[in-house]
């Protein structure tokens, strides 16, 4: 998840803010037991997701996760998270869905070092690692998952080429992210040329308002005790608070949040 596209048009110099913001991120909340760093997710009526009283807490960005993964079936398979954050949607995939192997991967060193630490799970791993560059052979996964990270990456195409390669024939990607409207043009021309099939689509931007909706008071309270004021702006947007300026341009469709499942053929 980050802020806001058009304040860090130049990829390169985007991705270096990334590379610092992130493990700030982990250093100031690893005490709170943030473990997503995602926007959230909540239907109407609401989906009611059964869940243990441990991850009750996180039960709107858990329930992105659960839009987003669900759409195959990932019992048995091998399966690997591309841009994995502080963990908490690996490890509830692996312990709900029941892959034989989930690698969560991340940019950030620090995040990573803390998912080792805080998530002892069978099957579940973690690297460190570039999503324009990714550390594994050929055919390597079932299943890629990307959740609200690749608006991050300084070459969107060069990542999907990636996901096309570690993906066995007939593997799936499965995917959730957001743009802004000027960037509506090249996101659907890079998804349209990438070697995947895209087999379903949908605008979820309702969704991510009520889950936003959810989650305000708790990521406000967050945002005071552990950001200096000056990074206050920035951090509302990033955990998309009410009256953000994310938040509103969900709400006018200045910014189209939307999830997919491509397959290579």
Not at 213 to 242: E, K, W, Y
Request: glycine residues 8%; positive net charge; hydrophobic residues 40%.
């Amino acid at each position: 998840m980050a802020l806001i596209d058009p304040l860090f048009s130049i990829g390169f110099a985007r991705k270096a803010v990334w590379k610092l913001w992130y493990p700030f991120l982990t250093r100031r909340l690893r005490g709170e037991e943030v473990l997503f760093l995602n926007y959230a997710f909540e239907t109407k009526p609401p989906v009611g997701l059964p869940l243990d009283p441990a991850d009750e807490p996180n039960r709107a960005c858990i329930q992105l996760y659960h839009h987003v993964a669900t759409q195959v079936e990932l019992r048995g398979k091998h399966v690997l998270e591309v841009s994995c954050g502080h963990g908490g949607g690996a490890s509830w995939l692996t312990r709900t869905l029941g892959p034989v192997r989930y690698v969560g991967l991340d940019l950030n060193p620090t995040g990573i070092k803390f998912c080792r630490q805080r998530h002892s799970v069978a099957g579940l791993e973690f690297v460190q690692g570039d999503a324009e560059n990714l550390p594994f052979p050929s055919a390597s996964f079932d299943a890629v998952i990307n959740v609200e990270a690749s608006h991050c990456y300084p070459d969107f195409p060069r990542f999907l080429g990636e996901v096309a390669r570690v993906l066995k024939p007939g593997g799936h990607f499965l995917y959730a992210d957001f743009r802004f409207a000027e960037g509506f043009a090249d996101w659907e021309q890079a998804l349209a040329a990438a070697p995947l099939q895209q087999i379903r689509t949908r605008v979820i931007n309702a969704e991510v308002l009520r889950g936003m909706d959810r989650n305000s008071h708790r990521s406000q309270d967050l945002i005071v005790r552990h950001l200096p004021a000056f990074l206050h702006s920035l951090g509302r947007d990033f955990a998309g608070i009410q009256g953000s300026r994310i938040y509103e341009a969900l709400k006018e469709n200045r910014v189209s949040y939307r999830s997919y499942c491509f397959q290579k053929m």
